[in-house]
């Protein structure tokens, strides 16, 4: 008879079950029985239990394990409502925080921690007599030099060297021994490396002269800045509008203006000024429905006709989204990197999109936020994802991408809870801002050629669902598509995802395609899902935990996949950073914090030999248990350094004085 699972924990099978005294001391003892640890004594194996406490009390309270591992009183039940533990000694400590949110302070390891002598860019790319720095040049350029002070290589191949024929990294590659001949030459293997002339593995980069256009303000956006011409005056100063609306207070009692708890819409009998300080809205655009003719004659133009005067690229003629049906990887902040990704499409994901970008960096030429949009040549339907709350800068990104970058659509992040975003006026944010979300919605149609999409969520409050409202009109402006997360801002992660909502909203958007979004993790979660009558599924956290799920999606079935094919999955995506990131130490450090970043997640796996009935549920957490080997449990563990151990087994020790801190607080188990 199966042992009673408590309030949201997994339901692992009797015997495999563990106290978090004797899962941590089974790790620590490498797999062996407590007793044959290498021969070590007891008094050896406190020390460094107390060595492990002390560590953990000066990284910080955040790191503190989870109130989820110890049968916290917020897990949920099988309706999502909250249950109170029965055992007092359960309960959590009344001064203890639940960990969630951000870990805002968590430290940043620059490239100088890792090397404080590094060699010249020149002399790697072979022009040291063409130092970019000149005179005032810090970088070493004597290459005996930096060889002798260069840690020691981390293997003995190269996955450049190896994939490419040539590594660009050269000698400071941490693999160099692979490809150095005498005097520290870079060896290249000529027959290979001719086979990837002229091919373009990765698009979307910046080009340098496209940046100084940027920062110079030289880029030309001839296409929103007049359809921004083209929103009307304001017929007044005005006082402080409401935000919603954008009506002021004295507007909204002589007109009869929609008020925000009754919906979003703007009235078609309301004039809705403009907030102030902010972009007014076009007379055309107050009306729900305008002909072709009405918005033509909203926007005065001079000068001579052409041709795209008159041959007006029209919103039915533009290249249709046709996904329904298929896979969607969602765009996932820090985690849905161009790596990941190519594993999720490997396992097969049909469509991907890259991580939120904010609209104002991509205008400034930010590298870091131009290394977002990137485009791995396997990603046959892509595309990007953009932040922002007003429609100037909103629109022009939008024409900037579409003249710049190839992608398949663009979407506009209007689900984003983080505090930074949503006090700016984006993300969620913008389902409270009807004058504006309009006015990003049909600026952006406006310049792109490819089809626009829009991810919401169900509202901003807990109980308050707003998304049957907005959706119908996000179909009026012009959206292709939409996805729609069965959660509100406030609720996070602390309920299931509202599935019969969900169902609500996709009647609503017909004939727009409505993809729904939250709790997937099996194909038994998906099918009920597309039972619901959604264009399709689209998967976050569920591929985070295990990428394998669109296999399984696919081909219907529970995979349990074994230890050692999860560590492959891993080796892979190790290959895959040090060829997107770089094989020197900047490049490997990056590809370990994001390994880690993504093994945060990955530990909440439970394999499915294990489980007591199938399938696992998203929001039911693990609780220790013993793998069928080592490495299963190694895997299973939620300490941040079993984590670095698992990195540490891929990419070699870790640099000294190395620190790392999982970005959200939910993850930072001990």
Not at 143 to 172: H, N, W
Not at 252 to 280: F, I, K, R, W, Y
Not at 322 to 330: N, S
Not at 553 to 566: F, L
Request: glycine residues 8%.
């Amino acid at each position: 008879m199966a042992a009673p699972v408590a309030a949201g924990v997994a339901p692992v099978r009797a015997r495999f079950l563990a106290s978090k005294e004797q899962f941590h001391a089974y790790l620590r003892a490498g797999g062996q029985p407590c007793g044959q640890a290498g021969g070590e004594g007891e008094d050896e194996v406190e020390k460094k239990e107390d060595e492990v406490e002390k560590k953990e009390d000066e990284v910080g309270s955040c790191l503190s394990e989870p109130p989820a591992k110890r049968l916290r009183s917020e897990d949920l039940s099988q309706d999502g409502e909250r249950r109170e533990d029965a055992g007092a000694a359960e309960k959590e400590p009344a001064e203890r925080k639940r960990a969630r949110g951000q870990n805002k302070s968590r430290p940043c390891m620059k490239p100088n921690h890792y090397e404080q002598s590094r060699l010249c860019p020149s002399v790697t790319q072979g022009c040291a007599e063409k130092c970019y720095f000149g005179p005032r040049c810090r970088f070493l350029h004597d290459v005996g030099e930096y060889m002798a002070a260069k840690p020691a290589d981390l293997g003995r191949s190269c996955v450049l060297f190896e994939t490419f024929g040539k590594c660009i990294y050269g000698v400071t590659c941490r693999f160099a021994q692979a490809h150095l001949g005498d005097g520290y030459q870079n060896v290249v293997n000529t027959d290979l490396a001719k086979q990837w002339e002229g091919k373009s593995l990765v698009r979307n980069n910046l080009s340098k002269d496209l940046q100084h256009q940027l920062r110079k303000r030289k880029f030309s956006f001839r296409k929103a800045d007049e359809y921004l011409r083209g929103l009307a005056k304001p017929h007044g100063s005005g006082g402080k509008g409401d935000k919603a609306t954008g009506c002021s207070t004295e507007e909204q009692e002589v007109s009869n203006c929609t008020a925000p708890h009754e919906g979003l819409g703007d009235s078609p009998q309301c004039s809705v000024l403009p907030e102030p300080g902010e972009d007014p809205k076009p007379d055309a655009l107050q009306s729900p429905g305008p002909t072709g003719s009405e918005e033509a004659s909203a926007i005065k133009t001079a000068g001579s006709v052409t041709d795209e005067d008159t041959i007006k690229l029209r919103a039915r003629e533009k290249k249709k989204l046709e996904i329904q049906g298929k896979l969607y990887l969602a765009p996932l902040t820090t985690c849905g990197n161009l790596p990941f990704r190519r594993i999720c499409k490997r396992f097969g994901a049909d469509v991907t999109c890259g991580e939120m970008a904010v609209c104002t960096n991509l205008l400034q030429g930010q590298s870091s936020e131009w290394a977002l949009l990137k485009r791995h040549h396997t990603e046959d339907v892509f595309g990007v994802q953009l932040e922002g709350a007003f429609p100037d800068t909103m629109t022009k990104c939008a024409e900037l991408l579409n003249q710049t970058i190839e992608v398949d659509f663009v979407d506009i992040n209007v689900g984003c809870p983080i505090d930074l975003v949503y006090k700016k006026g984006g993300g969620c944010a913008l389902m409270t801002r009807s004058n504006k979300f309009e006015q990003i919605v049909r600026g952006m149609n406006s310049v792109l050629d490819v089809p626009l999409t829009v991810k919401i969520r169900t509202g901003v409050q807990e109980k308050i669902n707003v998304a049957h409202k907005i959706i119908p009109k996000i179909r009026e402006w012009g959206a292709s598509m939409v996805t729609l997360h069965g959660r509100s801002r406030e609720q996070r992660y602390t309920r299931s995802a509202d599935w019969d909502y969900i169902a609500e909203c996709a009647k609503i958007a017909s004939p727009m395609p409505l993809f729904g979004n939250g709790d997937i993790l099996s194909y038994e979660d998906a099918n009920r899902a597309m039972q619901m009558g959604v264009s399709g599924v689209m998967i976050a956290r569920g591929a985070l935990i295990k990428p394998w799920l669109f296999t399984e999606i696919k081909e219907q079935r529970h995979w349990d996949i074994s230890s050692s094919e999860r560590f492959e999955i891993l080796k892979d995506f190790t290959s895959y950073g040090l060829e997107h990131w770089g094989s020197d130490t900047q490049g490997v450090e990056k590809t370990r914090k994001f390994l880690l970043e993504w093994l945060s997640f990955l530990c909440r796996y439970i394999p499915v030999g294990l489980l007591e009935h199938l399938p696992q549920k998203i929001n039911e957490r693990p609780p220790y248990y013993m793998g069928r080997d080592y490495l299963e449990t190694l895997m299973a563990s939620q300490n941040v350094d079993d984590w670095i151990k698992i990195s540490e087994l891929l990419l070699g020790p870790v640099p000294t004085s190395f620190t790392f801190l999982p970005k959200h607080k939910a993850n930072s188990y001990r």
